[in-house]
C-alpha cells in the first residue's frame, strides 16, 4: 500500500529533446547566475539550466532565468532600422549605411550648430563589456560630447560616488563567500529574495549551516524582513540619521577597532565630532526606531567576529544616496570589518551588467576606472587610442538626471538612448515626455522597437540581445562571465558591437584609430588597458572565464603565467592595511550631517509613496512583460496598502483605485496586505505610465540619483471600476 508522497505521481518534466547546451550569464539582474541554453537538432532554442560547477549559482535559476530561453520568441522585437523625418509621421523601414549615414550626418550637424556637448548619449547595464568599451572609445575618442552617462545612474551612481569618497575608487569590496564567514549581516534598503534570489539562497544557506543574526533595515517587512532576526522599519530617507546613531553607541562604548582605525583610516575625529549629536535618543526621533534597538544593532554588529552590510536601491535611490553608502562603509571602517572574510561593504547592484559599465564603459570617466580628472589618465587613454590627450574634456560632463533637464533648457539638441527606456524608468512621466518631444533627433538603440521611448525616435536602430551575440559581464562580486551565441538576432537587427562599429566607419576622425572587428580584440583591449590597475583582468581570456565558470578580478597576467588558480585571483579588495585607493592608501572617515529635504506626507497627500522591485519581471518589462510564464505572476500594476487604512478609505482587496501625487495619477489595484505600514503605500516600478508618474526623483547631491522612494501621494476611490480594469488590461504587454 502507498501512503503520502508515495501516492502521488513524481513532477515529469518535459524532455525538450535539447541537443547541445551553450553556456552563457544571465542576462537579468547582477547575481550573474551561469546558465546553459538549449537547442534542439534543428537548432531550436528548446530550455535553459542553470550551470551546476559555477560557484555564483550552483545549478540554480530563479523564474526569470528559468524562462530566459524564451526571449528569442517574444513580440516586439526589431529587425530592421527604421526612420522618419519627425516624430508625427510614421516610421519607414531603412538599411543600415542609410540609417548610419543619416545619424552621423546629424549629430554633426547639431554638434557643428551649437557645440559639441549639444549631443548627448545616454547608455545602459545591460550590453556586453566589450560593446560598452567600445562605445566609449566612440564617445569620448570620436564624438566628443561630454555630455555621456548611463541609466546605471538611476540605480547603482550613490554606490559609485559612496565608495569613490570612503575608499578612492568604486569596486565592491567584498564577495558572496563572505556570508560563509560573517558573524553578522545587516542590509539596508535591500529585498533579496525578490531582487537577487540566487544572492538570497547563498545567504541563507550559509544561515542554515551556521546560524549568524541577519538585520534588516527596511520600511517596509519585505521578504527579506519577514527571514530578519531584527527588522528596523526606519522612516523613508533617515538612514544617515540611523548610521550616525549607531556609530555614536559603537564610539561611546569603546566598541570600534582602534588597531584597524589607526592603519587604515584618516577623519576619524571630524567623524565623532559629528555623531555625537546623534546620540539614540535624539536619532529615534528622526528615524523612527527606539534607542534601544539602537544600541542593541550597535552591539550586535560591532561585537562580531566580522559583520557585513549589503545594500540596494533602499540607500542608492534617495537624496542622500551617497551620503548612506559613506554611512555604510563609515561603520564598518571603525568596525575593522572592511577587506576580511565576512567584513565588508558590499553593494548589490541591479542589471546583470552595471559593474561593466562601471569599469569600461568611459560614461563618468575613462576606461578601468581612469579619471577625466587626471591628467596623465588622459594621457596613458589618448596614447593608446591615438587620440589627442587634448580632445578629452578635463572634468565629467552631466549625469543622465542633469542631461534630462539641459533638453528641456535647449542646451542639448540631440540624444541617443541605448537598450534604456527612460518613458518608463525616470521620475516624473510627463516631464520626460515633454523633454523627448523637444529634441531636434533623438535615436533609439534597443533589441524592441515596441519600447515606449520609440515613439519620440527619429531613427531607431534593431539591436541583438543577450545570447545573440558574445562578450563579457561583471557580476556584483567583481566575477567576469561570459555570455556565448546561442542563436541569430531578428531580421537585419545588429549586435551593439557591430553598430558601434558601422558608425564609427562614418566619423571623419575615426581613420586614424582601431576599432577591433571581434568582441575578443575589444577584450584584448581592455586587458591591456587594466594592467597594474585595481581592476586588473590581464590573466582573464574568453576560454579561460568559461572553462572557470567566472573569474573575479583582481586576476593578473603574473598569476596566470605562474598558474595560480583563478579563483585565488581577487576575493576581496583592500586585504592589506593602507591599501585603499587615495593616494595615501587610507580609507575616508566622512562626517555626515542630516539634511531634511525629502517630500514627506502631508494633510493632502497622507500616504508616503514606495517603489521597488517583484521577483517575475526585470526592470521596464521589456523583456519579462512579453513572456507569459513571467509575466502571469502580475501583469497589471498594484499597489500595497494597510488594511487599516484600507478600510479608513473604504476600499476592498482587488478595487481599482487612483493614487495622486503633486505630479500626476496612475490608475492601479489594491493589494491590502500588513506589509507596508498604515501611512505607506508600494507600487512596483516596472509598469509604464504608472508608478513614475507619481515621483518626484530629488536628486542627490553628490551622485544625481533620483529619490524614487520618497514622495507622498494619496488615494481617491473610483466610481466606475470597469472603465479602471479596462484601462489596466490595456497595459498589460503579453
Ligand atoms: Fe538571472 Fe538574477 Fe535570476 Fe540569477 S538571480 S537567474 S542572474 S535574474
Not at 540596494?312 to 575593522?336: E, F, P, R, Y
Request: charged residues 25%.
Amino acid at each position: 500500500m502507498l501512503f503520502g508522497r508515495d501516492k502521488k505521481n513524481p513532477i515529469k518534466i518535459a524532455d525538450k529533446k535539447a541537443e547541445k547546451w551553450t553556456y552563457a550569464t544571465c542576462g537579468y539582474c547582477s547575481v550573474g547566475c551561469s546558465i546553459e541554453i538549449g537547442t534542439n537538432a534543428e537548432g531550436k532554442v528548446v530550455g535553459s539550466r542553470g550551470v551546476g560547477g559555477a560557484d555564483v549559482n550552483r545549478g540554480k535559476l530563479c523564474v526569470k532565468g528559468i524562462f530566459e530561453h524564451e526571449l528569442f520568441e517574444s513580440s516586439g522585437r526589431g529587425d530592421k532600422p527604421l526612420i522618419r523625418e519627425s516624430i508625427h509621421q510614421g516610421y519607414r523601414e531603412t538599411n543600415w549605411d542609410d540609417a548610419a549615414k543619416t545619424m552621423v550626418s546629424e549629430i554633426n550637424r547639431i554638434q557643428e550648430t551649437y557645440g559639441r556637448d549639444s549631443f548627448a548619449v545616454v547608455s545602459t547595464g545591460q550590453l556586453l563589456t566589450e560593446e560598452f568599451y567600445t562605445l566609449g572609445k566612440l564617445t569620448r575618442g570620436v564624438i566628443g560630447t561630454n555630455n555621456y552617462d548611463g541609466n546605471t545612474t538611476l540605480c547603482m551612481a550613490s554606490a559609485v560616488s559612496g565608495y569613490k569618497r570612503s575608499f578612492g575608487s568604486d569596486g565592491p569590496p567584498g564577495c558572496y563567500e563572505d556570508f560563509e564567514h560573517t558573524e553578522c549581516l545587516m542590509a539596508w534598503g535591500s529585498n533579496l529574495p525578490e531582487q537577487h534570489p540566487i544572492i538570497y539562497w547563498r545567504l541563507q544557506e550559509s544561515r542554515e549551516k551556521r546560524d549568524f543574526p541577519l538585520i534588516v533595515v527596511d520600511p517596509r517587512v519585505t521578504m527579506l524582513a519577514q527571514k530578519a532576526d531584527i527588522h528596523l522599519a526606519i522612516t523613508p530617507g533617515t538612514d544617515v540619521v540611523l548610521q550616525n546613531a549607531l556609530m555614536y553607541v559603537i564610539l561611546d562604548e569603546g566598541l570600534e577597532d582602534r588597531e584597524y582605525i589607526e592603519a587604515n583610516t584618516v577623519g576619524l575625529e571630524q567623524l565623532e565630532a559629528e555623531v555625537q549629536k546623534y546620540d539614540p535618543t535624539s536619532a529615534a526621533a528622526i528615524c523612527g526606531i527606539d534607542e534601544d534597538t539602537i544600541r542593541n544593532v550597535a552591539r550586535i554588529y560591532a561585537k562580531a567576529g566580522s559583520a557585513m552590510s549589503i545594500w540596494t536601491m533602499g540607500i542608492n535611490q534617495s537624496t542622500h544616496g551617497s551620503d548612506g553608502v559613506v554611512g555604510i562603509n563609515n561603520l564598518n571602517l571603525i568596525t575593522g570589518n572592511v577587506g576580511k572574510e565576512g567584513g565588508t561593504s558590499l553593494s548589490i547592484t541591479g542589471q546583470c551588467n552595471a559593474m561593466g559599465t562601471r569599469e569600461w564603459s568611459s560614461c563618468s570617466g575613462l576606461p578601468g576606472y581612469r579619471y577625466l580628472e587626471n591628467e596623465q589618465d588622459r594621457k596613458d587613454i589618448g596614447e593608446f587610442w591615438n587620440v589627442d590627450p587634448e580632445f578629452f574634456p578635463k572634468k565629467r560632463g552631466l549625469a543622465q538626471t542633469d542631461i534630462f533637464p539641459a533638453i528641456e533648457t535647449g542646451q542639448i539638441k540631440g540624444l541617443w538612448l541605448i537598450a534604456t527606456n527612460p518613458m518608463t524608468s525616470m521620475p516624473n512621466t510627463e516631464r520626460t515626455r515633454k523633454i523627448l518631444e523637444k529634441l531636434d533627433f533623438l535615436v533609439v538603440q534597443d533589441s524592441y522597437a515596441d519600447v515606449e521611448t520609440t515613439q519620440y525616435a527619429n531613427l531607431y536602430l534593431p539591436a541583438a540581445t543577450w545570447a545573440e551575440k558574445e562578450g563579457v559581464f561583471t557580476n556584483t562580486e567583481r566575477r567576469v562571465n561570459i555570455v556565448r551565441k546561442v542563436t541569430d538576432a531578428p531580421g537585419d537587427s545588429k549586435s551593439d558591437f557591430d553598430i558601434f562599429n558601422l558608425l564609427a566607419k562614418y566619423f571623419s576622425g575615426s581613420e586614424k584609430m582601431t576599432f577591433p572587428d571581434k568582441p575578443e580584440g575589444a577584450f584584448e583591449e581592455m586587458k591591456a588597458l587594466s594592467k597594474g590597475r585595481l581592476a586588473d583582468i590581464s590573466g582573464m581570456n574568453h576560454d579561460l572565464i568559461e572553462k572557470q565558470r567566472g573569474i573575479q578580478w583582481p586576476y593578473t597576467e603574473e598569476q596566470s603565467n605562474k598558474g595560480e588558480l583563478p579563483p585565488s585571483g581577487g576575493k576581496r579588495l583592500y586585504t592589506e592595511p593602507g591599501t585603499f585607493s587615495h593616494a595615501d592608501g587610507m580609507a575616508k572617515l566622512i562626517p555626515l550631517p542630516f539634511i531634511d529635504n525629502n517630500e514627506v506626507p502631508d494633510d493632502k497627500f497622507p500616504f508616503w509613496l514606495n517603489t521597488g522591485r517583484l521577483v517575475e519581471h526585470f526592470h521596464t518589462r521589456t523583456k519579462t512583460g512579453k513572456l507569459g510564464n513571467t509575466n502571469k505572476y502580475s501583469p497589471i500594476p498594484f499597489m500595497e496598502i494597510n488594511p487599516d487604512a484600507a478600510k479608513d478609505l473604504g476600499v476592498d482587496q482587488g478595487e481599482y483605485v487612483r493614487c495622486v501625487s503633486r505630479r500626476g495619477d496612475a490608475i492601479v489595484m489594491a493589494m491590502l496586505t500588513q506589509r507596508v505600514p498604515k501611512n505607506m503605500v508600494f507600487i512596483p516600478f516596472h509598469y509604464f505610465d504608472c508608478v513614475n508618474r507619481l515621483t518626484l526623483g530629488l536628486l542627490d547631491p553628490h551622485s544625481r540619483q533620483p529619490a524614487y522612494k520618497q514622495s507622498a501621494v494619496t488615494i481617491e476611490i473610483l466610481e466606475d471600476q470597469q472603465a479602471a480594469a479596462q484601462l489596466s488590461m490595456e497595459m498589460r504587454r503579453f
